[in-house]
């Protein structure tokens, strides 16, 4: 099956802590991105990546990291510095950033405790 | 500018009714319309999508109308029903800086009861 597959599906961690978010994609896709969902929000970019070794800040990048080192993966790092980082994090894809749709994974719930 | 304002943020349809969400936004920059649905606990499905060359796009029970004038576009469901549950985002896309830059509304949260 293709798609985007995004784990854990709920992690927690403690307070000044960094904590690294994994997806991965079999859709062949050049493009993925990262975006945070927080309730009565739209989605919000974090970043994104055109290309492999490649990437660049959306519009809520302070606090967050990310790699691209393999085409199918692109691990999102939170770091201790994003101050609220409760939220759902959603990783998607597209053929290339020109691209209008974008693929979906499941999704990730990080709680802070 | 780059705002898309969404409403209702809930709306309760009976089943066979018709469910109607609708958006606007300000920059007339933007040239790609999507409409995601997403389920709890899920991530958003690309379910409809139109160019603003188009006043209307139909798929199943599923309509897009858009007025370019207005600046507004809305998701029409048809005959809803109880499995159409969702969240519906709009949104709105523009090329720029190399990329194409989607702005997503804020969600409507659709609960069809038998």
């Known amino acids: 099956d293709g798609g985007i597959t995004q784990s854990p599906k709920y992690l927690f961690r403690k307070e000044g802590q960094n904590v690294t978010l994994s997806c991965e994609q079999n859709?062949?896709?050049?493009?993925m991105y990262w975006y945070r969902q927080d309730p009565g929000q739209g989605l919000r970019l974090i970043y994104y990546s055109q290309i492999v070794n490649d990437f660049q800040k959306g519009d809520i990048a302070e606090g967050y990291s990310v790699s691209r080192e393999k085409k199918e993966s692109f691990p999102l790092t939170v770091t201790s510095a994003q101050k609220n980082p409760t939220a759902f994090y959603l990783c998607a894809s597209s053929r290339t950033v020109m691209n209008t749709e974008a693929f979906f994974g499941q999704g990730t719930r990080l709680t802070v405790v | 500018q780059q705002q898309v304002k969404q409403s209702p943020q809930s709306l309760i349809v009976q089943k066979g009714g018709i469910s109607i969400i609708n958006c606007a936004y300000e920059n007339t920059a933007f040239d790609y319309f999507p409409w995601y649905q997403q389920f709890p606990g899920k991530g958003p499905a690309l379910l409809i999508a139109?160019?603003?060359?188009?006043s209307e796009k139909k798929e199943g029970r599923f309509t897009i109308s858009f007025n370019k004038s207005a600046k507004q576009f809305s998701l029409h469901i048809m005959d809803s029903q109880p499995g159409d549950s969702a969240t519906y985002f709009c949104?709105?896309?523009?090329?720029?800086?190399?990329?194409?830059?989607?702005?997503f509304g804020t969600g409507t949260k659709l609960q069809v009861i038998p």
């Open positions: 949104a709105a896309s523009v090329s720029t800086g190399g990329y194409q830059k989607v702005t």
């Open positions: 859709l062949n896709h050049d493009a």
């Open positions: 139109i160019r603003p060359d188009v």
